[in-house]
T-cell receptor, first 113, second 114 residues
Framework: KNQVEQSPQSLIILEGKNCTLQ??????????LRWYKQDTGRGPVSLTI?????NTKSNGRYTATLDADTKQSSLHITASQLSDSASYIC????????????FGAGTRLTVKP | NAGVTQTPKFQVLKTGQSMTLQCAQD?????MYWYRQDPGMGLRLIYY???????DKGEVPNGYNVSRLNKREFSLRLESAAPSQTSVYFC?????????????FGPGTRLTVT
């Protein structure tokens, strides 16, 4: 069973609208939680990284939040643009293995004009 | 500064054929990784190299071999391709091993095994 679950699987919104993507994880404890953006046909690119002690991190119009008590993270996108169309991947890293990153399957976001 | 480059971009193999996926980075990073990405699943680590001269297995190493040719290059070899190895393969690099270091990904190689 995947230890990182993302919802929804896919989402369609109109340009200019806001949206929130969800990530639920069972990895506990964890070292950090990342959100990546993956454009079609490209590799993932990091958006935000949070340690277990942080509860919010922003990168422009992207804001990630973390609730370690409920083991949930969300990625909020403000004033969406057509270029935001991509998959967004949540990644959680356990603290006891340097190279063990648990990837979610991603949410596919489509922004329509 | 190209970052992480991968060749080829696309490849079709018949079952039993062999091939090598190439990866190179120009960021002077010590650590390099190979992942596979399948529909509906998260990326899974195949092999990694924490530093030049070392390689270690990841979550799904069976059917693959790797070579850290030098600090820049890390190749992935399929000795006898199987349809289950149809996937998109990503190479990544980081300054050092460990979750505190960002991983930078290449554009991927889409492999189909028939």
């Amino acid at each position: 069973k995947n230890q990182v679950e993302q919802s929804p699987q896919s989402l369609i919104i109109l340009e200019g609208k806001n949206c929130t993507l969800q990530c639920n994880y069972t990895v506990s404890p964890f070292s950090n939680l990342r959100w990546y953006k993956q454009d079609t046909g490209r590799g993932p690119v990091s958006l935000t990284i949070m340690t277990f002690s942080e509860n919010t991190k922003s990168n422009g119009r992207y804001t990630a939040t973390l609730d370690a008590d409920t083991k949930q993270s969300s990625l909020h996108i403000t004033a969406s643009q057509l270029s935001d169309s991509a998959s967004y991947i949540c990644v959680v890293s356990p603290p006891n293995n340097n190279n063990d990153m648990r990837f979610g399957a991603g949410t596919r976001l489509t922004v329509k004009p | 500064n190209a970052g992480v480059t991968q060749t080829p971009k696309f490849q079709v193999l018949k079952t039993g054929q062999s091939m090598t996926l190439q990866c190179a980075q120009d960021m002077n990073h010590n650590s390099m990784y190979w992942y596979r990405q399948d529909p509906g699943m998260g990326l899974r680590l195949i092999y990694y190299s924490a530093s030049e001269g070392t390689t270690d297995k990841g979550e799904v190493p069976n059917g693959y071999n790797v070579s850290r040719l030098n600090k820049r290059e890390f190749s992935l070899r399929l000795e006898s391709a199987a349809p289950s190895q149809t996937s998109v393969y990503f190479c990544a690099s980081s300054e050092a091993p460990g979750q505190g270091y960002e991983q930078y990904f290449g554009p991927g190689t889409r492999l189909t095994v028939t």
